[in-house]
């Protein structure tokens, strides 16, 4: 008897799965960003309530401190939007810490993971806007190789570059000019670049950051984009300033 039913056990796999085949097919994908605020704070499950309170606790204790204020709601957006410019400034702004003057910072879109809510900003925000262990480096490119980078990142549709970048590009992804702080770029000069490790090894189909020189790449927690985007938000904060970013033309389609 036992032997009938273990023979038995692959056709019954072979008739469930032929069973659980389905018609349907996947004909498109839609998806839309829900901002999740106070307004949903204004009738509260009590039950709910009750069953999170000592999770929350622990959660708002680590997630919770302030780290300064933003003006608006961002999001990232290609070819160009506010988080993505202040994060790509932002890299800029840290590189004194590291007593280096880059003229230009990349930071990938893919690796901006959520946005802000006009307001207060906790590390939690931050944390969720760059949740992975990216950490900033330098490297130095010839301009031909920064033209390279320029149309690889035109053929993404647009990465986060920092202010001065002007570059623009065609709907299909092919780069039409490029000017970095007003001028045009020179093949044969040398241009500092901070950018992440991440970009470094040429992911995210940026693979002229490989033919990059003099790499300075710290392999230190402390050097994670989050903490340099905290550090940010800290010292605005102290100014009394609240953090603002906006459109500039960084990257424009034609």
């Given at each position: 008897?036992n032997?009938?039913?273990?023979?038995a056990g692959p056709?019954?796999?072979?008739?469930?799965v032929?069973?659980?085949?389905?018609?349907?097919?996947?004909t498109?994908?839609e998806?839309t960003?829900?901002?999740?605020?106070?307004?949903?704070d204004?009738?509260?499950?009590e039950?709910?309530a009750?069953?999170?309170?000592?999770?929350?606790?622990?959660?708002?204790?680590?997630m919770g401190?302030?780290?300064?204020?933003?003006?608006?709601s961002?999001?990232?957006?290609?070819?160009e939007?506010?988080?993505?410019?202040?994060l790509?400034?932002i890299?800029?702004?840290a590189a004194?810490?590291?007593?280096e003057?880059?003229?230009?910072?990349?930071?990938?879109?893919?690796g901006?993971r959520a946005?802000?809510?006009?307001g207060e900003?906790?590390?939690?925000?931050?944390l969720?806007?760059?949740p992975f262990?990216?950490?900033?480096c330098?490297?130095t490119l010839?301009g031909?190789h920064?033209?390279?980078l320029?149309?690889?990142i035109?053929s993404?549709?647009?990465?986060?570059?920092?202010?001065?970048?002007?570059?623009v590009?065609t709907?299909d992804?092919?780069?039409?000019?490029?000017?970095?702080n007003?001028?045009?770029?020179?093949p044969?000069q040398?241009?500092r670049?901070?950018?992440?490790?991440y970009?470094l090894?040429?992911?995210?189909k940026?693979?002229?950051?490989?033919k990059?020189?003099d790499i300075v790449?710290?392999?230190e927690?402390?050097?994670?984009t989050?903490y340099?985007?905290?550090?940010?938000?800290k010292?605005?904060?102290?100014?009394?300033e609240?953090?603002?970013?906006?459109?500039?033309?960084r990257?424009?389609?034609?």
């Open positions: 008897m032997i009938k039913l273990f023979a056709l019954l796999v072979a008739v469930a032929v069973s659980c085949k389905s018609h349907y097919k996947l498109s994908v998806r960003r829900i901002v999740i605020d106070s307004r949903y204004q009738n509260p499950d039950a709910a009750s069953f999170i309170a000592p999770f929350k606790r622990v959660n708002d204790s680590i401190p302030f780290m300064g204020r933003v003006a608006r961002m999001s990232s957006a290609r070819p939007s506010e988080l993505s410019n202040l790509a400034d890299l800029v702004w004194k810490d590291y007593h003057k880059p003229v230009l910072a990349v930071y990938n879109m893919g901006i946005g802000l809510t006009r900003v906790t590390y939690g925000d931050v969720s806007v760059a262990e990216n950490k900033i330098f490297l010839t031909e920064l033209l390279e320029f149309s690889q035109a993404t549709g647009g990465e986060a570059v920092s202010h001065g970048t002007e570059l590009i709907p992804g092919k780069l039409v000019s490029a000017r970095l007003g001028e045009e770029i020179n044969s040398s241009y670049v901070a950018t992440l490790d970009l090894e040429g992911n995210d940026m693979l002229a950051f490989r990059g020189t790449a710290p392999t927690a402390s050097n994670n989050r340099l985007i905290m550090n940010y938000f010292e605005k904060q102290s100014r009394g609240t953090v603002d970013a906006q459109i500039e033309g990257i424009k389609i034609k």
